[in-house]
């Protein structure tokens, strides 16, 4: 049985890459539109990590972040994580809903989680959209779900469905940055290990 | 407090003796069992992020199952000299970090590593003296052998001491 542990050559880990570069791309064009603001993106990171790294990603199992889960069914099963710094989540929220930075609130009022998890759906969407049209695959993804909570905790959950096929996981680090403020956007794409091969194979690999 | 405070990641475990410490930050879906030995004061850890090993073919790290995590840490505490007939287990963990309807079974693995983690002790005969487990936060625990406390740390909350 193959698994993700079995090292990606080359050529696969640029493949991911290029992946993660357009699907983060069309991602940074739908939250510039939804924000009416001119984004920039980095070139995005792709790594595959040990459980021991995850964690530390963000500054820290214990950072607070924004968290937002798709799960994802059609020819490619498995979830897809969105997470966010919590400042930068805060930040985004205040950006879409025309709230003044120093009026919101430490606390995530609903509304607010609601918005968030818009921005996260759209978001993901833009991604797994990009993903989609470059393999001829269907992707069907679930409503978004939101948790705000320490960034170990939250990544718990991708990392368990790693954990059930290796030691690592696959990590894809997009960072958008619009006039003010440096935003980190991690994608986790986790696609269960048949839908994994199913990408790789619908690229000519 | 005196002494170290030593660290576990995921899927990770190791041992520590009064004064040091051991803590895992940030367990989400996955267990943090705490195995203790009184007398000598010696605890270990263990960070568990699934249920059965048996059920998973990459198996060979043991720190990652309930069922292969617990015993793995029995011995690691055998050998740093606890007393493996006289230990006592304090758990917590086993969140759904994602409020999901559905009863899918990949999404409702926090409450399955609980349960396979209280099979196993109870299989060894290890009592479970305190445990925070469920509901939908994450949580950072610290356990310290000189005084048996479990602290149990979560955003917005006050510590518990178990």
Not at chain 2, 39 to 49: D, E, P, Q, W
Request: with cysteine; charged share 20%.
């Amino acid at each position: 049985m193959q698994s993700y542990d079995a090292d990606l050559d080359e050529l696969e880990f640029d493949i991911l890459k290029e992946i993660g570069n357009i699907g983060a791309g069309n991602a940074t064009t739908a939250l510039s539109s939804m924000l009416h603001a001119k984004i920039d993106m980095h070139v995005p990171k792709v790594n595959m990590l040990s459980f021991k790294e995850l964690g530390e990603i963000v500054g820290g199992a214990e950072t607070l972040v924004a968290g937002i889960l798709l799960s994802l069914s059609g020819d490619v099963e498995g979830m897809m994580l969105f997470m966010l710094e919590y400042e930068a989540a805060r930040h985004l929220v205040c950006q879409l809903m025309g709230i003044p930075q120093e009026e919101e609130n430490v606390e995530f009022t609903d509304m607010a989680k609601s918005a968030l998890q818009e921005i996260g759906n759209i978001i993901s969407g833009a991604y797994l959209s990009a993903i989609s049209s470059l393999t001829n695959l269907t992707i069907i993804s679930s409503v978004p779900y939101l948790s705000i909570d320490m960034a170990g905790a939250i990544l718990s959950v991708p990392a368990i469905e790693f954990g059930k096929l290796g030691d690592r996981a696959l990590l894809i680090e997009s960072q958008f940055k619009d006039l003010e403020v440096d935003i980190s956007g991690y994608f986790i794409l986790i696609p269960t290990l048949e839908s994994n091969n199913r990408i790789l194979s619908s690229l000519g690999m | 407090m005196a002494g170290e405070m030593i660290k576990v990641g995921m899927a990770d475990l190791n041992v520590c003796r009064a004064p040091d410490a051991i803590t895992t930050l940030g367990l989400g879906s996955c267990v943090g069992v705490v195995l203790y030995d009184k007398g000598a004061k010696i605890a270990g850890m263990v960070h568990v992020m699934l249920p059965d090993s048996t059920q998973i073919r990459q198996n060979h790290n043991k720190a990652k199952f309930a069922d292969t995590g617990i015993d793995a840490l029995l011995a690691m505490m055998a050998k740093a000299g606890a007393k493996t007939t006289s230990l006592t287990a304090k758990i917590a963990g086993g969140a759904q970090m994602f409020a999901f309807n559905s009863s899918n079974d990949m999404l409702r693995v926090g409450e399955r590593n609980v349960q396979a983690v209280k099979e196993k002790l109870r299989s060894l005969g290890i009592r479970i003296l305190a445990e925070d487990t469920g509901l939908n936060y994450g949580r950072t625990v610290e356990f310290y052998p000189e005084t048996g406390e479990f602290w149990v740390k979560s955003v917005g909350k006050p510590v518990k001491i178990l």
